[in-house]
């Protein structure tokens, strides 16, 4: 966007020294006002439209001072001459979507919802460059959806999945989980579609509606030779993604691409850590327990992953396992879990440490007994304090 403004006729300079001398200040003002607007000199306009105030004021013409030092009965009359000021040209900003100049007067006027509508309703065209949209909407929290939205339909899933990975979205999980399904769904889509055109290409049809593990009943020449049909490292990050969805019609698509995935030569699979050491058969476990299905069975998998990773170091199987019992709303096991395994676990962990949720399951023995094991003295006294008064406090 050209940030310099409009250039103004010389010729506008004579017309207001004549539209002054026949119409007196108001009339000058109002000449200046329309000429602005026609030449789309809207920051301009602004203060033109201040300077009318003050002349409707019997004020000094020129803005030099602050606007509390106006006589007390003009400070609403000229401050309501500012929203109004500011709204107006906001939304001649917004109707030629400059949407960062428009959001420096609504930011001033503290009114940002004129923006987030403007946004919602944006439909960029083809040759639009959207950055300002998507820069107001996702980093200045605008209207994060619409961001997201705006990046993935114009630039694709490849700059989509780098701008989730790189949001720390735990504290926004609707915004979190919008923004996976709507990847998921896409990914998805295009898996579907390209795997249609290679069986066209091989004279197979493909009757409408199959569902991608449909499609690849009884297809594994589609693999031969190292062929896939989508990037590999987008299906890996979008599946990951996926992890942290709760039961819904995209983790079932997530689950299609995991058996997707599992047809993949081993080259092309990869390698991902503990505890999906298993690729993408150990997401499929994942998916199956969050959509309600062989719960106990896979808790079971899991839990073996937590020996592993016991016999290595590695704890973030438990982790997972720890979170996941959390999700399921079995906050006990998740206890005997992180107390089996976490107890005397060191540095930062990514889910609830042994205290927390032994707070949370009022279990102050279990609580006392980790601070202890950690040289907690503060929380083994508060979890001694605690079972005598049974959390009364005092």
């Not at 006589?71 to 109707?95: D, F, T, W």
Request: glycine content about 8%.
């Amino acid at each position: 966007m050209d940030d310099a403004p409009p250039v103004l006729p010389p010729e506008l300079f004579d017309r207001l020294r004549q539209s002054l001398a026949a119409n007196g200040p108001a009339g000058a003002v109002d000449t200046l006002c329309s000429e602005l607007r026609e030449a789309g000199d809207f920051q301009s306009l602004f203060y033109a439209l201040l300077l009318k105030k003050r002349v409707e004021l019997g004020v000094s013409p020129f803005p030099t001072s602050p606007a509390a030092d106006l006589p007390l009965a003009a400070h609403e009359p000229y401050e309501e001459a500012i929203r109004i000021a500011g709204r107006e040209v906001g939304n001649l900003y917004l109707e030629r979507r400059q949407f960062a100049r428009a959001w420096s007067f609504f930011r001033m006027l503290g009114e940002p919802e004129p923006i987030r509508q403007a946004l919602d309703s944006y439909t960029p065209g083809e040759d639009d460059d959207t950055y300002e949209a998507v820069d107001l909407a996702w980093q200045q929290g605008l209207h994060p959806q619409k961001g997201f939205d705006l990046v993935l339909e114009r630039h694709g899933i490849c700059s989509s999945i780098t701008m989730v990975g790189a949001a720390d979205l735990s504290r926004n999980p609707e915004l979190r989980d919008y923004c996976i399904k709507r990847l998921v769904k896409s990914l998805h889509e295009q898996l579907t579609e390209r795997l249609r055109n290679d069986l066209e290409s091989r004279d197979v049809t493909v009757p409408a509606g199959l569902s991608v593990t449909e499609i690849l009943i009884g297809r594994d020449e589609m693999f031969a030779e190292d062929q896939y049909h989508i990037d590999i490292s987008h299906l890996s990050s979008v599946v990951q993604f996926a992890s942290q969805l709760p039961a819904c019609e995209e983790l079932a698509l997530a689950r299609e691409l995991c058996e997707y995935g599992e047809k993949l030569s081993g080259n092309l699979r990869g390698e991902m850590p503990p505890p999906f050491d298993g690729g993408y058969t150990d997401y499929k476990v994942l998916f199956d327990i969050v959509a309600g299905k062989d719960v106990e069975a896979g808790i079971a998998h899991f839990r073996k992953k937590c020996d592993a990773g016991l016999e290595t170091g590695d704890n973030f199987p438990t982790e997972m396992l720890v979170n996941l019992l959390l999700r399921l709303d079995r906050l006990p096991e998740a206890l005997a879990v992180a107390k089996a395994y976490l107890t005397n676990a060191q540095g930062e962990l990514s889910c609830p440490p042994v205290t927390e949720l032994a707070r949370r399951a009022g279990d102050y023995p279990a609580l006392a007994e980790a601070a202890k094991a950690n040289a907690d003295a503060v929380s083994y006294l508060a979890g001694l304090i605690a079972k005598s008064t049974g959390e009364r406090g005092y």
